[in-house]
């Protein structure tokens, strides 16, 4: 079982920045994904970004050079967010892959406005 806990939300202008954190813990050892969703009112969940334990990341086109996914040793995830933008607007959730299961954070508000 791997828990997953969330911070770091919170409201910003466009054009500011976030750096949102998830704190891993119980079987983190056997964790090899880790990933941040977003789900915006009205929208499926989509893939934001997401790391291998060898630093292979990949990111959706919507955030290409404006966020950046980093992972501690001890698996805790982080997402770095600048220029943020309105259509950033969501429910922002962690996820972890630790062997063929998958487990989620509770998720945490992003909003992007003026």
């Known amino acids: 079982q791997v828990q997953l806990v969330e911070s770091g939300g919170g409201l910003v202008q466009p054009g500011g920045s976030l750096r949102l954190s998830c704190a891993a813990s119980g079987n983190v050892l056997s964790i090899w994904l880790m990933g941040w969703y977003r789900q915006a009112p009205g929208k499926q969940r989509e893939l934001v970004a997401q790391v291998t334990n060898g630093g292979t990341s990949t990111y959706a086109d919507a955030v290409k050079g404006r966020f950046t996914i980093s992972v501690d040793n001890a698996k805790n995830t982080y997402l770095q967010m600048n220029n943020l933008k309105p259509e950033d607007t969501a429910v922002y959730y962690c996820?972890?892959?630790?062997?063929?299961?998958?487990?989620w954070g509770q998720g945490t508000q992003v909003t992007v406005s003026s």
């Open positions: 996820r972890a892959t630790a062997g063929r299961a998958g487990y």
